[in-house]
């Protein structure tokens, strides 16, 4: 066993979902959610996320609004440079969780006017994933992850259903896909 040499910036769940109606087409609705344990700005949730249900445009809700801007600013504004801009309006909302990863999972944003529901099935087999920041992928962030593939996912938002679907793929020859839970998730920065 070794110390992983590189100072701990984040640790958590980042579950996503990414539908197209095609492969190779347009990402017509993209999910981030994170349940952040650990921070410099303490633990929350958040949720990033672009549709036809939010006109095409990103909305974020949180309950952690200073992790919220700290996270675009570093990991979440990395993975993704649309949503490092912090002039994105922030919506306050609670957050629950319901169902087994062995078959399902729904996370759950309720703000004072919407109810966003995202929820995986279809379940496929985890992958435990490390880089190193500045690794092979370039990135300044090292994330130690478990993946879980899901070839069934949807997002609803006031019960309305986004368009798309998941999209099956493959990681390292393994099969994978376009919307996954991301468990026991940790990011890291070079000392």
């Known amino acids: 066993m070794s110390l992983d ?24 609705t993209n999910a981030s959610f994170w349940r952040i344990i650990i ?3 303490g633990a929350g949730h958040v949720l990033y996320l672009k549709s036809e249900l939010t006109q095409d445009r990103w909305k974020i ?9 700290w996270l675009q600013k570093t990991v979440q504004g990395m993975l993704n440079e649309e949503l490092a801009d912090t002039s994105i309006p922030v919506t306050d909302a609670v957050f629950d969780t319901s169902g087994d990863a062995r ?12 109810e966003v529901a995202l929820t995986w099935y279809d379940i496929g087999e985890p992958l435990l994933i490390h880089t190193q920041p500045g690794g092979p992928t370039a990135r300044k962030y090292g994330v130690c992850t478990v993946l ?4 069934g996912a949807r997002v609803t938002v006031n019960g309305v259903q986004a368009k798309g679907r998941p999209l099956p793929t493959e990681r390292d020859g393994r099969p994978f896909s376009t919307c996954a839970l991301a468990f026991s998730e940790s990011w890291t920065e070079a000392r």
């Open 39 to 41: 921070s410099p700005f």
């Open 148 to 151: 879980i593939p899901a070839l």
């Open 103 to 114: 078959d399902f999972w729904t996370e759950h944003a309720v703000s004072h006017d919407e």
């Open 5 to 28: 040499p590189n100072r701990l910036i984040l640790t958590g769940e980042n579950p996503f979902i990414r539908l197209a109606e095609t492969e190779g087409g347009p990402t017509l």
């Open 61 to 69: 809700y949180s309950d952690n609004i200073a992790m919220t801007r």
